[in-house]
């Protein structure tokens, strides 16, 4: 198995900063993935199915309405960080 981000090296216009790697040996590891038959699976693709779960807006819901105080930007990111718990949460459990 092999997980990551390979369009960095894989297409150099998602490359930020740093060196880019040369022409030659990106075109090696372009072939290595088509030849070996990898494929790029996106998070957010994995993350579709959650959309469909009957659970799901509920879930979204609860944890986004449960009362907390703070500044406003700060509740944003408070908020935003308790969701991503509780669906990660969610996710082992559900799936």
């Known amino acids: 198995m092999a997980i990551g981000d390979f369009n960095i090296v894989a ?15 990106r075109n090696e590891f372009v ?8 494929r790029d699976i996106t998070t957010l693709g994995l993350r579709n199915i959650w959309l469909e779960h009957p659970q799901f807006m509920d879930l979204v819901r609860e944890s986004w309405y449960e009362p907390m105080a ?11 960080k308790r969701l991503k718990i509780t669906m990660k949460e969610w996710h082992k459990i559900t799936y």
Do not use: E, W, Y
Request: avoid cysteine; charged fraction near 25%.
């Open 11 to 25: 297409t150099s216009s998602k490359k930020k900063g740093g060196h880019h790697p040369n022409q030659r040996a």
């Open 70 to 80: 703070d500044a406003p930007i700060r509740l944003v990111m408070r908020k935003l």
């Open 31 to 38: 072939d290595f993935i088509n030849n070996n038959s990898l």
